[in-house]
Nanobody, 120 residues
Framework: QVQLVESGGGLVQPGGSLRLSCAVS????????MAWYRQAPGKEREMVAA???????KYTDSVKGRFTISRDNAKNTVYLQMSSLKPEDTAVYYC??????????????WGQGTRITVSS
């Protein structure tokens, strides 16, 4: 059984900062690509940032320079540091993790989602 537990969402004023965390636990041989997605009301879910097991990162254009994705492999945790937040960043944020099991099969898991509201 694999669990993803997200934390760190909430209400923040425009220009503020938040840090999201997603901790992965369970029977895991390795944690591979990790990513954050978001879904705003009435919109499709989109990839915000991703990080490989080696630390390579990519971001959607709208968050470049404002968001930073990182990971702690020892803790099987991925983070999203968000700064200069804008109202258009308001969404439910989900972590997504690719995991290799001890049987050497790959699975993708989603976190439960954490809501971020950027508003004055």
């Amino acid at each position: 059984q694999v669990q993803l537990v997200e934390s760190g969402g909430g209400l923040v004023q425009p220009g503020g900062s938040l840090r999201l965390s997603c901790a992965v636990s369970g029977s895991i041989f390795s944690t591979n690509d990790m990513a954050w997605y978001r879904q705003a009301p009435g919109k499709e879910r989109e990839m915000v940032a991703a990080i490989t097991s080696g630390g390579s990162t990519k971001y959607t254009d709208s968050v470049k320079g404002r968001f930073t994705i990182s990971r702690d492999n020892a803790k099987n945790t991925v983070y999203l540091q968000m700064s200069s937040l804008k109202p258009e960043d308001t969404a439910v944020y989900y972590c997504n993790v690719d995991i290799t099991s001890y049987s050497r099969r790959n699975y993708q898991y989603w976190g439960q989602g954490t809501r971020i509201t950027v508003s004055s």
